[in-house]
């Protein structure tokens, strides 16, 4: 499994951070390779299902994700329930002070963490229509990186549409790989 978080912080209180982070057929728009989100049941809270369509090169992929547990206004957990072995999460954590570099408007500040464990291996090869000559060994080690620059812009948009404008966003990247012996 590979591990990957990336979080910063954003200049609002927990609670209207995690109302826009529960909304996720947003998240299409703030994705270079995450062309569609569907919503298939549910109202955003646990049990909610959606059908999520990636496009990387020459491929098309679509995996479903339920978020399997909230936690208002502090936690959102989610799995892949179709052709991918991986889960997650967002994390919103109260800071108890606004840090000294926050815009001068700023009255509250939280860090936004979005976490990932996956296993790129496990990509249900029948539901990718690989070309000719390409194995899904090659297409695996190439995504790597993408997923974590998709990461990173994910939370940067977020955090612009969050406070209204686009702001230099640091970013604290974490990546982590276990493997799986077994």
Do not use: C, Q
Not at 17 to 36: C, G, I, M, Q
Not at 105 to 116: C, H, I
Not at 158 to 163: C, I, T
Request: aromatic share 10%.
């Amino acid at each position: 499994m590979d591990e990957l978080v990336v979080s910063t912080v954003v200049y609002l209180p927990p609670e209207e951070t995690y109302e826009f982070l529960v909304d996720f057929p947003r998240y299409a728009d703030y994705s270079k390779h995450l062309r569609n989100v569907a919503r298939r049941r549910g109202d955003g809270g646990a049990g909610t299902r959606y059908a999520m369509r990636f496009a990387w090169w020459k491929l098309a992929y679509t995996v479903e994700s339920e978020v399997t547990e909230v936690d208002p206004p502090e936690r959102i957990e989610w799995r892949i329930v179709k052709n991918l072995d991986a889960s997650g999460r967002w994390r919103i954590e109260a800071l108890d002070e606004v840090p000294e570099d926050a815009p001068d408007d700023a009255e509250a500040a939280s860090r936004v963490s979005f976490e990932v464990a996956y296993d790129p291996s496990s990509a249900n090869e029948g539901g990718i229509d690989l070309p000719r000559f390409v194995s899904l060994g090659w297409v695996v080690e190439k995504i790597k990186p993408a997923i974590t620059s998709e990461a990173e812009r994910l939370v940067e948009r977020v955090v612009a549409d969050l406070e209204g404008a686009a702001r230099p966003v640091e970013l604290t990247v974490e990546r982590r790989s276990k493997s799986g012996a077994g």
